[in-house]
């Protein structure tokens, strides 16, 4: 994904941070939502230290009981919904702080290997993945593929329709 500088705020502020940065301090308040030049949106989250696990550019993040805290851990850890809160765009390792995407086109979101263009896009059962909707899962869509998923590890680009 290309670095994005943070420009504009609902606030009016300006913040002269690259996106893809992550800290071990808050520097931002969590929650704090910002949209580059094409509309895409992100929230500032910190990944919750208690799950050891590193978030990545393209994985899923799921809501724990605190505000502003994600986890990429869908199975057994701090996670409270099986709803994707976000899409990773950079490195954010555990108990550290930065952004994910949670509306707009995202050029990679980590899959199961079995997702088509135009699939809807569901939290998978493996930490970090989106699988494609099944029947029942309607309330669970955080976007949809955009191609058909491939590389390696398996990815395919995205719009995320917008979770606030």
Not at 27 to 52: C, E, H, M, P, W
Request: glycine fraction near 14%.
């Amino acid at each position: 994904m290309t670095r994005l500088a943070v420009t504009g705020w609902p606030q009016g502020l300006h913040l002269g941070a690259q996106l893809e940065d992550s800290h071990t301090a808050a520097q931002y308040t969590l929650g704090l939502l910002a949209s580059d030049q094409k509309g895409n949106v992100f929230r500032y989250v910190q990944n919750i230290l208690a799950d050891s696990i590193a978030v990545a550019d393209g994985t899923c993040v799921y809501f724990t009981a605190t505000d502003g805290v994600v986890t990429p851990d869908f199975t057994g850890g701090s996670g409270v919904s099986s709803k994707v809160a976000g899409v990773g765009i950079g490195a954010i390792a555990a108990g550290s702080y930065g952004w994910v995407q949670v509306s707009g086109y995202h050029d990679a979101v980590l899959t199961d290997g079995g997702v088509a263009a135009n699939d809807a896009l569901v939290g998978h059962t493996v930490d970090g993945e989106a699988d494609t909707m099944a029947a029942g899962e309607e309330h669970l869509v955080f976007g949809f593929a955009m191609a058909t998923d491939s590389g390696s590890p398996e990815s395919a680009p995205a719009q995320l329709t917008g979770i606030l």
